[in-house]
């Protein structure tokens, strides 16, 4: 399917704005994706780092004390490396601590994006309808008026019968009532086919396809508020540790 020559010229503009909005979007959701990640795998490391020291420290004490309490060299080299595990163990928990940070500032980024993105969509799709329906009602429609009309003036002759159980119903209702149950039953059992219409091809009928589209933490002005300050709070904390520049 070739965009670019079948892709109406009226939505030139509203598809650019979608595209713009999908970008921005997939740009915070790459990034949230990277760091959960690291967030997992600094986790992982600090566990890993935790159940070696655990397990060498039980070791370390038996040696000392089976040496005759001597320090000797590869005593020493061993409590060396048992620091520096316990040390990089916490570094990997502050790590963590910041990637968290940096997590929850990208999923109210994408709770933004994905409004964007969302509004961005719905404007294609009312766009295009809109111009469809009006094309379809001047091009396609003169029949079946034609027919209305015709019926119209049948039902209005003084010999139609025009009570039923209801009682009198007018000529004018009477096919408009028949033409929107004829209409409600096509529309019903009309399906669209994405591979015959390439604007929604293009665009897909639901907004909610993109990766984290839905966080609920800044969908809202209010919330938008609330989670600011969370961020800024949990921010300075980590600043004032000397977690944060």
């Known amino acids: 399917m070739t965009e670019k020559t079948i892709l109406p010229l009226y939505l030139e503009s509203a598809l650019g704005r979608l595209d713009t909005a999908k970008a921005a979007h997939l740009e915070n959701a790459g990034k949230l994706d990277e760091t959960e990640t690291a967030i997992s795998r600094a986790r992982e490391q600090k566990a890993e780092l935790e159940q070696e ?85 001047k091009k396609t429609c003169g029949a079946l008026v034609r027919a209305m009309k015709l019926k119209i003036l049948a039902l209005d002759n003084p010999l139609a019968n025009t009570t039923g159980n209801q009682g009198y119903v007018g000529p004018e209702t009477a096919v408009m009532q028949e033409v929107k149950a004829w209409l409600e039953q096509q529309v019903s059992a009309h399906h669209i086919r994405l591979a015959d219409e390439p604007v929604l091809y293009k665009t897909g009928l639901s907004s909610a396809s993109l990766p984290h589209m839905e966080h609920g933490l800044a969908d809202s002005l209010g919330k938008r508020k609330v989670h600011h300050e969370k961020l800024r709070q949990r921010g300075a904390d980590l600043k004032a540790r000397g977690l944060l520049p």
């Not at 570094?91 to 999923?107: F, G, K, Q, S, T």
């Not at 961005?120 to 295009?128: E, G, S």
């Open 53 to 137: 020291n655990g397990s060498s420290a039980s070791a370390w004490r038996d040696a000392f004390r089976a040496g005759g309490a001597v320090l000797t060299d590869e005593l020493k080299n061993s409590h060396i490396e048992r620091v520096a595990r316990r040390e990089l163990a916490q570094e990997c928990d502050n790590l963590a601590e910041v990637l968290e940070y940096e997590r929850d500032r990208l999923r109210g980024s994408c709770d933004v994006t994905a409004r964007e993105y969302r509004q961005a969509h719905l404007d294609v799709l009312m766009q295009y309808a809109g111009h469809e329906l009006d094309e379809a009602l």
